[in-house]
């Protein structure tokens, strides 16, 4: 084991005390190994006459694992231990140092040896302290050794080791005022220097705490003083059980002295701890409070059971106002009702302005055990009052009502709630249901409509999705089913963000950082969910509910709420399994939505990870719808990797369409020879007749008659007429030769359609050669391109 403070479990006794006596460990962890605990035990018994609250089981474990510790000497060792102390005496220090180091070897957890070696060592001031460290250690009864040592520790400017010092004086003298106060002097000079207290494990309201629990009854103002301080100090913290026992042992000690404050205060620790009997006893004890009650003995599953029946109360007339609220309290969660109709009429008589807190106490209690008719005699006096015209108020005064099933009063009152909290989930949900019970569907609907200015409930945008689909209300559901989404879901505000959302790393940053550069709020502040509710999607809901909206966004036409939602579902966490689909459905979007730019982003990203003809298709579908054509630079470092001939058809169209056809020449030629199809040959006539129109290539005449050639090795290949007779028909009608356009556009009118398609049915391309044909003829034949137009192109 390493010298590193940080055990895992008790060492070897001898090996412990050596680590201590070399300085690998200060005392505070030494102690700490040895008991295996470093925090002082608030439940140490203070004095004889107080009852230990330790359990007899682990008390006895306690003590024999302290007795375990605290061994005494056998007959032979405490010889061996007085004639050390003789040497000592005589001057053989060498001797007797030694005569101790065999008696601390055979029993490390003797304190007499330690004693004796602190005196030897009192010449050394470390030595001296550690020794007399382990003695008082090992024999912590003698609270002045401790503080002589807490004096030393001082000197050395060792706060945790002084501190821990007067917590040992403590422990050996509780009773001991004295060191209660050295100890909180510490502690406040160590507060003002700001000292690190978490490192001490002691703190103010223990040391309050352990001073009631410590001291004896006779210093009852004391332990008033510390008690009430103790209890400010926990229920600030919360921590309400802990409130409740030093109270508790404060009234146990002195409970003569507790002021109707201090009563009042006890009182409310124990109803918050449910502890009414009690309460009830306390009244009876120290606030005059005279009770007649009988206890009846009745028999339940063979078991004999105890019941107290509360006959009859009397008040003093002099019983603050808040002390009869508690007492009217404890008889609500009692349910002795008799009681509580006669307190409760007399409570009434108060004014609401001064006592309307009490007046929800009450309800509060009448509520939780059910009797809604008295809550609502309660109620009624606060919601007439101006100061109480509130929606906590009017929520309480709405749940009675609809428990009472007076639901017609019930829906003002709920009204009421919204006016001052509208963002009120679960009013609106009440409401609805009231409203949608009694048929007035399209204003249940209307409720359940939230304010986005204000702070969203998912849980009742969730059910708003539920409910607009039960009614078929398809697009409210589509806008309230986006919003829930917003809780997972980027909220983007231009189509420029998307890109970053395809980021693995960081997205969220670089929209932020984005935003940022524009001069704008980099988080979107138009929405803000309940972060206290716990509803949330399960990721399988999540990923339906997308797919539904995103169904009706495309059968709505409302594409931007689709590229939208397909986008935020790419930085959806939940969604992370459904990536690769979800990329496709963000490019479907970005189609239907004309967004081309977004749309080449992810048709670059889908030809680097899936090298198929599809994705090249979209690649060049793409190409052909944005403004932003493909780069011949990109294609090349594309198929680098995996090459393909396809290469030089996409490369060959990207100089096509920029004009540079001598480069579109040169990859459609390479094609066409691997190929030798009727793509291939069309590709290169095309590209021929386009060069026809370039006024700075030479020889036109030889660049026809080669268009020509592989045009009609084209139509050789193609084996399809009506086809290959229209586009030869277009090629003359580009090169202004009309007499043989019309004669090939005539052909086209006198076959047959193009074979059936699965896709796309029967493909007929008579309309286009006829509209063709009435351009050729309008201006020296009009008459025939009229007729053409009425046979070919009227619907």
């Known amino acids: 084991m390493d010298s590193n403070p940080g055990y895992s479990g008790q060492m070897d006794e001898e090996e412990l005390t050596q680590k201590f006596l070399r300085g690998e460990i200060t005392f505070a962890e030494y102690s700490n190994e040895w008991y295996g605990k470093d925090d002082e035990d608030l439940d140490d018994k203070a004095d004889d006459d107080e009852p230990c609250p330790i359990p007899a089981q682990l008390k006895e474990k306690f003590n024999s694992k302290r007795r375990s510790k605290y061994t005494r000497l056998s007959t032979a060792l405490l010889g061996l231990m007085g004639e050390a102390n003789i040497r000592f005496v005589r001057g053989e220090k060498e001797i007797a140092e030694k005569m101790c180091y065999e008696i601390i070897r055979q029993v490390p957890n003797a304190p007499e040896p330690y004693q004796t070696l602190a005196q030897i060592y009192e010449g050394d001031a470390e030595k001296h302290l550690q020794f007399s460290l382990l003695a008082a250690h090992l024999s912590p009864s003698d609270a002045h050794e401790w503080q002589r040592l807490a004096a030393i520790s001082k000197e050395k400017n060792d706060a945790k080791q002084e501190m821990l010092c007067y917590s040992q004086a403590v422990k050996a003298e509780p009773q001991n005022i004295d060191l209660h106060m050295k100890r909180l002097e510490l502690l406040t000079a160590l507060e003002n220097i700001n000292y690190p207290l978490n490192t001490l494990k002691v703190t103010r309201v223990k040391c309050y705490h352990k001073i009631v629990t410590s001291l004896p009854p006779s210093e009852g103002e004391t332990i008033m003083k510390y008690a009430k301080l103790a209890a400010s100090l926990y229920h600030s913290g919360n921590e309400i059980e802990r409130a409740l026992e030093v109270m508790a042992a404060a009234y146990k000690k002195c409970s003569s002295l507790f002021t109707l404050e201090d009563t009042n205060l006890f009182l409310e620790l124990l109803i918050a701890r449910r502890q009414y009997q009690t309460c ?13 009650a009988e206890i009846q003995t009745l028999r339940d599953d063979n078991n004999i059971v105890e019941q107290t029946s509360y006959l009859n109360c009397r008040i003093p007339t002099n019983l603050p106002i808040d002390l009869k609220s508690k007492l009217l309290v404890c008889f609500i969660y009692l349910k002795a009702f008799n009681l509580v109709r006669t307190l409760l009429d007399d409570f009434l008589t108060n004014d609401v302005e001064k006592a309307g807190d009490l007046y929800m106490d009450i309800e509060e209690a009448l509520s939780a055990v059910g009797n809604h008719e008295l809550a609502f005699r309660v109620l009624e006096p606060l919601v007439k009052n101006q100061s109480f015209d509130l929606g906590a108020v009017w929520l309480k005064h709405a749940e009675c009502l609809y428990q009472l099933g007076r639901e017609d009063e019930a829906v003002n009152s709920y009204f009421n709630v919204l006016k001052h909290a509208p963002h009120h989930a679960d009013a609106r949900q009440k409401l609805f249901n009231i409203l949608e019970r009694k048929n007035c569907i399209d204003d249940a609907l209307r409720i359940l409509n939230q304010d986005y200015k204000l702070t969203v409930s998912a849980g009742l945008l969730h059910q708003q999705c539920l409910i607009l689909k039960k009614y078929n209300r398809t697009l409210e559901y589509l806008d309230v089913g986006v919003m829930l989404l917003y809780k997972t879901f980027v909220k983007f505000r231009r189509p420029e963000e998307f890109k970053f959302a395809r980021y693995s790393r960081s997205p969220l940053e670089l929209i932020h950082n984005y935003r940022i550069s524009r001069g704008e709020k980099p988080f979107n502040d138009d929405i803000h969910f309940d972060e206290q509710e716990t509803f949330k999607l399960s990721p399988q809901e999540e990923w339906e509910l997308f797919k ?54 992810l048709v670059k990203d889908f030809a680097q990870k899936y090298a198929n003809i599809v994705c090249w298709n979209m690649l060049n579908l793409i190409s052909n719808l944005s403004d932003d054509h493909i780069q011949s630079k990109y294609l090349t470092r594309l198929f680098n990797k995996k090459p393909h001939i396809i290469k030089n058809l996409l ?39 386009n060069m026809v129109s370039v006024r700075t290539i030479d020889k036109h005449h030889n660049l026809v008659l ?21 586009n030869l028909g277009r090629a003359f009608h580009m090169l202004s030769l ?48 009229q007729s053409i137009m009425l046979k070919y192109l009227v619907i």
């Open 280 to 292: 009830i006893e306390v009244f009876v004890a120290n606030a005059e409070v005279e009770i007649e």
């Open 651 to 689: 490369i060959g169209y990207t100089y096509l369409t920029s004009g540079r056809y001598l480069m579109a020449m040169k990859y459609f030629l390479e094609y066409n020879e691997h190929r030798k199809d009727a793509l291939s040959a069309l590709t290169v006539a095309v590209t021929f007749l």
């Open 738 to 785: 009309n007499n043989l356009a019309i004669e090939y556009y005539e052909k086209v009118l006198a076959c047959e359609p193009l074979p059936a398609c699965e896709q796309h049915g029967v493909m007929n391309l008579t309309r286009e050669a006829a509209y063709n044909l009435c351009v050729l003829y309008k201006d020296h034949s009009p008459k025939v391109a």
């Open 548 to 601: 539904e909206l995103l169904s009706i966004a495309r059968k709505y036409g409302k594409y931007h709420v689709m590229e939208k939602l397909s986008f935020g579902a790419l930085m959806s966490k939940s969604l992370a399994p459904h990536q690769q689909e979800i990329e496709f459905l963000c490019f479907q979007a970005c189609l239907l939505n004309q967004d081309y730019s977004n749309a080449l982003i």
């Open 706 to 726: 080669q268009a020509m050639a592989y045009l009609l090795k084209y139509q050789q290949l193609r084996k399809c007429d009506q086809e290959t007779f229209y």
